[in-house]
Each structure stands twice: as structure tokens, then as C-alpha cells.
């Protein structure tokens, strides 16, 4: 509670200050924005071709980039800027000035920044949800919301994961970032299309290795009452917030193991 406080207190002191940088501040919004735009095209003009993708419509591919997007933005949120500044600063060995202080280093992290630039997203996010709710006709009685609300959460805890994992990476490699962009920017990208599309294999590694297929695909299948195209068992989607739970616990003892050596190393 006490961290919850003090985060409270520093966002709207994070926002005056980016504020006062006026046009830059919101040209990072709008370049976000203009990504989405043309990614929305794309999908439109290879539906608009092709009808269907694995007996996916439009709306249904638009839903799985929708949720790969919102459940990302949101993670990214508290992570994504948090880790980079945390990289940047064990190259420059300043990093140090965060183990200093009295409070666990990974709360410190995370508190002390906050990703302005993926709001946009959320926000655009969610109004295509709305779009795609309403084009596929989509009704949740309050049990599948439910369900779905615990699925998005494991999602963004999936999605948070691998930024903290690839992050951490920087406690052993020098080039951390070119891993955190295979896997954010490269791998985390398979996932926009429904995984069924893909090989065995691919599916496999998407669903139990480095599983993105939760951030989307498995619950999409819950609230569309899909049934074709789901792969392994039918329970699957409904662990999706177990999956979250799981690897973010994995990824939070990857940072530990790189804090420790660090420490060790007294690098």
C-alpha cells in the first residue's frame, strides 16, 4: 500500500514535467497513432483479399491484434521505459544508485517511471475492442466476463514477463536490447494472426515455450465460442491467468539472479 501511495504521488508529477515539453510530448502519442493506422490497414487490405484466415474474419484477426496490443500497452506501461533506463544505467555503472536506496530495487523500478507513450494505445485499443464487440456480436453473460477480465490480466502479466525477462538480460550480455527486440518486436508479432495458421512446432513453442499464444489467441476463443481451430485442450484458455502468474514469478526471479550478479560482480 505504501508503494501504491508513492506512485500515486509521482504520476502527476511525471506528467506535469513531460507536459512542459509541450509539442514533443504529444507527438509521442501521435507517432503511436500513426503506427496503429497503417498496422489496421494492412490487416484490412489482406482481409479485403482474402476473406478469411483459417476461418478467421477481419473483425475476428482485428480482435487478436487488438488484445496483443492492449494487453502490451499495458504491461509496457510500468515496464518497458523502466527496464531500458535500467540497462542504460549498468552499462554507465550508475545503476548502483538504485540498490542504495531503502526499498526493494524492483518496486524502486518500476515507481520511478511511467510509459506515457502506450496511454495511446490503450485508448485506441480499447475503442476497436468496442468496433469488434459490436461488429462480431459479441454478448458476455457475467460469468464469460469474468473469465475474461482474469484472462486479460494473465495476458498483461505474460506480456510484462518477457519485458522484465529480456530486460534483465542486461545484467549478462551487453547487447540486452537486440534479444528484447527479437522477442518483443519479432517473436510477440506471430501472435497478431491466430496461431492455428502456423506449424506444429510454432504453435507449440508459442503456446508452452514462449507463450503469446495466451495473450490473445486462447482467450479470443472464450469470448468468440470459437471451437475450431483450438489447439490442445479445450480447457486451455481458461489458463491463461496461471500462465501470467507463472511466468511473471519466473521473470521476477531472473531479475533477482541478474541483481545478485551484478552485486556479485561489483560491476
Given at each position: 500500500m505504501r508503494y501504491l501511495k508513492l506512485y500515486a504521488r509521482f504520476i502527476p508529477i511525471y506528467f506535469k514535467s513531460k507536459a512542459e515539453h509541450g509539442f514533443g510530448f504529444y507527438m509521442d502519442f501521435l507517432g503511436f497513432v500513426i503506427t496503429h493506422i497503417v498496422s489496421y490497414t494492412v490487416i484490412w487490405a489482406l482481409m479485403s483479399r482474402f476473406q478469411t484466415i483459417n476461418?478467421?474474419?477481419m473483425y475476428e484477426v482485428m480482435l487478436l491484434y487488438t488484445l496483443n496490443m492492449l494487453t502490451?500497452?499495458?504491461?509496457?506501461?510500468f515496464f518497458f521505459f523502466q527496464m531500458n533506463d535500467v540497462e542504460e544505467e549498468v552499462h554507465k555503472g550508475s545503476f548502483d544508485s538504485l540498490l542504495v536506496k531503502p526499498i526493494n530495487p524492483f518496486i524502486h523500478m518500476i515507481i520511478r517511471s511511467f510509459g506515457h507513450f502506450f496511454l495511446g494505445d490503450i485508448v485506441i485499443a480499447v475503442a476497436v475492442l468496442g468496433v469488434?464487440?459490436?461488429?462480431?456480436?459479441?454478448h458476455l453473460d457475467w460469468g464469460t466476463s469474468v473469465s475474461f477480465v482474469l484472462m486479460l490480466l494473465g495476458a498483461v502479466l505474460v506480456q510484462a514477463a518477457f519485458i522484465v525477462i529480456t530486460g534483465s538480460m542486461c545484467f549478462w550480455i551487453v547487447r540486452a536490447r537486440a534479444v528484447k527486440n527479437i522477442v518483443i518486436f519479432g517473436i510477440r508479432g506471430f501472435a497478431d494472426y491466430p496461431i492455428s495458421?502456423?506449424?506444429k512446432l510454432l504453435r507449440v513453442v508459442l503456446t508452452f515455450v514462449i507463450p503469446?499464444?495466451?495473450v490473445n489467441f486462447y482467450p479470443a476463443h472464450v469470448i468468440l465460442d470459437k471451437e475450431e481451430g483450438l489447439l490442445f485442450a479445450s480447457w486451455l484458455p481458461y489458463a491463461t491467468p496461471i500462465i501470467g502468474l507463472l511466468l511473471f514469478f519466473i521473470a521476477y526471479r531472473v531479475w533477482n539472479a541478474g541483481l545478485n550478479r551484478y552485486q556479485g560482480t561489483g560491476s
Open positions: 476461418g478467421w474474419n502490451y500497452a499495458v504491461a509496457a506501461v469488434c464487440f459490436n461488429r462480431l456480436n459479441i495458421i502456423y506449424s503469446y499464444g495466451f
